[in-house]
């Protein structure tokens, strides 16, 4: 039996996906479908949104929230307001954490924030010290004759 078996409609089928040297669409190609009804729309943006403001008004709870959706979107990310020591070298790493697991404590972030702004510290960690171990090479280096 072969590895791949015979695919169920293949007598229907024109050919692969994507022929050798065929890209496909170009990218920012949209579907006529997409193009029809912009053309519809076009020039009725402006009458379109004071009537959807209208039915808002007038207590259509799918407009209003149309409405809101587009005033006040729903946040993907808040904004972290915590304090956190300079972070110069390992040393500094323990401080910092500490100020991170405190701000968890208290509340004033998710743990999840705190994973995330964590990672964050890690990563300029290693910044700062592939930047130290670069310059204790650079003066090594120096020294030979």
Do not use: W
């Amino acid at each position: 039996m072969s590895a791949n078996p015979p695919r169920k409609y293949a007598a229907n089928t024109r050919g692969r996906a994507f022929e050798p040297g065929n890209p496909g669409k170009p990218k920012g190609t949209r579907h006529r479908v997409t193009r029809a009804a912009e053309e519809l729309l076009d020039g009725e943006a402006e009458a379109l949104t004071h009537k959807a403001i209208e039915l808002a008004k007038n207590g259509d709870p799918m407009a209003l929230r149309l409405c809101l959706e587009r005033i006040l979107p729903p946040r993907k990310e808040r904004l972290v307001d915590i304090v956190l020591p300079p972070l110069t070298g390992p040393k500094d790493a323990m401080a910092a954490s500490a100020a991170l697991l405190a701000a968890v404590a208290a509340g004033e972030i998710a743990p999840g924030e705190a994973s995330v702004v964590g990672r964050l510290l890690e990563l300029h960690l290693r910044a700062v010290e592939a930047h130290d171990l670069e310059a204790r090479l650079a003066a090594l280096e120096a020294r030979q004759p």
